[in-house]
């Protein structure tokens, strides 16, 4: 069902973007404010044409990333623990803030990797707002920076694509970033939820099909 926001919503989402903001003023680039307004955006766009409770879906889009586990010696719970504090000193009601950290908690990749115990159609929109961050032109730029940032190479053609990677295969991977398109880039967009997401990745995705086309030309040397 369609919930809009009421004003007084509006009024919280605001104060949360600046509450994030200034969280993340000093975070990595790959979590960044910058990755938080994209995945915000998306949400807005995918929610024009998609039935959903905005206050959840954009509250969730901006506390998604707020804690990241990867951070804090994997543990999954800092993220909704940290959402819910903030959340609760705006005194959002208690429904909404369990709402919000049940999607942040079960939206990870690696998450939907494994036993996903969670379902909302809010969770869907958040998730596939998240997802469509990593594909398309974004999601390029976005792999290239992260290769950089631990230093691989950016395409070795001795190197195979794995697949059916396990969640442990996943996470230890030093393999090239070209490598990281198969293994996840160019999946995620039969992993959108929404009807909504599925077109506009379809167009990110093809996107990202002419950038590598483009890309082996290149290496070979052609014109
Ligand atoms: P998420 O926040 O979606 O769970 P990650 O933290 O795994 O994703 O990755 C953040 C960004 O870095 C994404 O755009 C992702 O594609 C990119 N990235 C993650 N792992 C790799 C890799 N092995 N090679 C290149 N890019 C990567
Ligand atoms: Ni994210």
């Known amino acids: 069902m369609k919930v809009p926001k009421t004003s007084q919503q509006e009024e919280i989402i605001q104060k949360t973007a600046a509450y994030v903001q200034e969280q993340l003023k000093d975070a990595e680039s790959g979590h960044d404010w910058w990755h938080i307004l994209r995945v915000w955006n998306n949400c807005k766009l995918i929610l024009q044409t998609e ?6 879906c954009e509250l969730t889009a901006l506390l998604h990333d707020i804690a990241d586990s990867k951070f804090y010696g994997g543990d999954e719970t800092i993220g909704p623990r940290v959402a819910g504090e903030f959340l609760k000193s705006l005194e959002v009601e208690h429904e909404v803030i369990e709402h919000v950290q049940q999607i942040i908690l079960n939206m990870s990749f690696k998450a939907s990797l494994g036993e996903v115990s969670f379902h909302s159609k809010e969770l869907e929109v958040v998730q596939d707002a998240d997802r469509l961050d990593a594909i398309g032109a974004i999601g390029i730029a976005r792999a290239f920076n992260y290769g950089g940032y ?9 190197v195979p694509f794995l697949e059916n990677q396990s969640k442990e295969a ?3 991977t030093t393999a090239p970033t070209i490598n990281h398109f198969y293994e996840k ?3 995620l967009k039969d992993k959108m939820n929404t009807v909504s997401a599925k077109h506009i990745a ?4 093809a996107f990202m099909e ?11 040397g052609e014109q």
């Open 202 to 205: 379809a167009g990110r995705h």
């Open 170 to 172: 996943y996470k230890n």
């Open 150 to 158: 631990k230093n691989r190479e950016i395409y070795n053609p001795d």
């Open 210 to 220: 002419d950038f590598l086309q483009q890309f082996y030309g290149e290496w070979r």
């Open 185 to 187: 880039l160019l999946l």
């Open 51 to 56: 039935e959903a409770d905005e206050f959840v």
